[in-house]
């Protein structure tokens, strides 16, 4: 199955349970840039779009450019959100285009020296590049616990194919690279744990050790929830390069 395809059925899931981003996180992209109403941002990687309306919320026109057409259909409309059917290795944008070209949790799906050629070619001069993702502050308990039972039941390297993916970003051009943090929390009810859950591409599906891990999720729920929602506490890190 294509990195594509691995996503087809799991809309519904991503749209009830997938945590935004904070305003800071999309704030320092633009930041130094001018007017934001002014500016153009490529998403690489949309997905339901939760990225492309945070940023246009911001002020820019957003361009989401997302391959998989059920993550398209599921996205709620935004006027400042032109939807593209194209991927990072070849966007379907003119050249020198856009302001910023951003992947949110999405950058381990490319493929890195195409997916950056593409971007040289879509950004203005003296545009940026920024890969953002949310990861588990396992500081947190129950972050900590919920983490525990995706490594226990992850059906590949996902995981560690993120952490190799931020890196090799840093290594784009290590002299103008910025990195920065956010705290971010995920309210959650049991649904809400178990649909969290069922986005993941890399956890099981409608088998014995899908029903084994939902069963573990709702100890958890049973374990931290308070007034029925749990917490789940996350880091937004923001990797920039400028140009």
């Given at each position: 199955?294509?990195?594509?395809d691995?996503?087809?059925?799991?809309?519904?899931?991503?749209?009830?349970?997938?945590?935004?981003?904070?305003?800071?996180?999309?704030?320092?992209?633009?930041?130094?840039?001018?007017?934001?109403?002014?500016l153009?941002?490529?998403?690489?990687?949309?997905?339901?779009?939760?990225?492309?309306?945070?940023?246009?919320?911001?002020?820019?026109?957003?361009?989401?450019?997302?391959?998989?057409?059920?993550?398209?259909?599921?996205?709620?409309?935004?006027?400042?959100?032109?939807?593209?059917?194209?991927?990072?290795?070849?966007?379907?944008?003119?050249?020198?285009s856009?302001?910023?070209?951003?992947?949110?949790?999405?950058?381990?799906?490319?493929?890195?020296?195409?997916?950056?050629?593409?971007?040289?070619?879509?950004?203005?001069?003296?545009?940026?590049?920024?890969?953002?993702?949310?990861?588990?502050?396992?500081?947190?308990p129950?972050?900590?616990?919920?983490?525990?039972?995706?490594?226990?039941?992850?059906?590949?390297?996902?995981?560690?194919?993120?952490?190799?993916?931020?890196?090799?970003?840093?290594?784009?051009?290590?002299?103008?690279?910025?990195?920065?943090?956010?705290?971010?929390?995920?309210?959650?009810?049991?649904?809400?744990?178990?649909?969290?859950?069922?986005?993941?591409?890399?956890?099981?599906?409608?088998?014995?050790?899908?029903?084994?891990?939902?069963?573990?999720?709702?100890?958890?729920?049973?374990?931290?929830?308070?007034?029925?929602?749990?917490?789940?506490?996350?880091?937004?890190?923001?990797?920039?390069?400028?140009?």
């Amino acid at each position: 199955m294509s990195f594509t395809d691995r996503f087809s059925e799991l809309a519904t899931a991503y749209v009830a349970a997938r945590p935004s981003y904070p305003e800071e996180s999309v704030d320092i992209l633009i930041d130094g840039m001018g007017d934001p109403a002014s500016l153009a941002v490529a998403d690489l990687g949309a997905g339901t779009g939760i990225s492309s309306r945070v940023i246009a919320a911001r002020g820019p026109l957003v361009y989401a450019i997302e391959p998989n057409a059920k993550m398209r259909d599921a996205a709620a409309p935004d006027e400042r959100v032109k939807w593209v059917d194209g991927t990072a290795e070849a966007s379907n944008l003119p050249a020198a285009s856009v302001d910023v070209v951003a992947a949110f949790q999405a950058w381990h799906w490319v493929d890195h020296p195409a997916g950056v050629a593409e971007a040289r070619r879509i950004l203005r001069p003296g545009g940026r590049l920024a890969a953002i993702y949310n990861e588990r502050d396992e500081r947190d308990p129950f972050t900590a616990a919920y983490g525990a039972v995706v490594m226990k039941y992850a059906t590949d390297a996902t995981e560690q194919r993120r952490a190799n993916a931020l890196a090799s970003f840093a290594a784009i051009d290590p002299a103008h690279t910025k990195r920065f943090e956010y705290g971010n929390v995920h309210m959650l009810d049991r649904a809400g744990v178990h649909q969290r859950a069922d986005s993941s591409s890399y956890l099981p599906k409608g088998n014995d050790a899908a029903r084994a891990m939902h069963d573990e999720l709702d100890g958890l729920v049973d374990a931290f929830e308070h007034d029925g929602v749990v917490k789940m506490h996350l880091v937004t890190l923001v990797v920039r390069v400028d140009g």
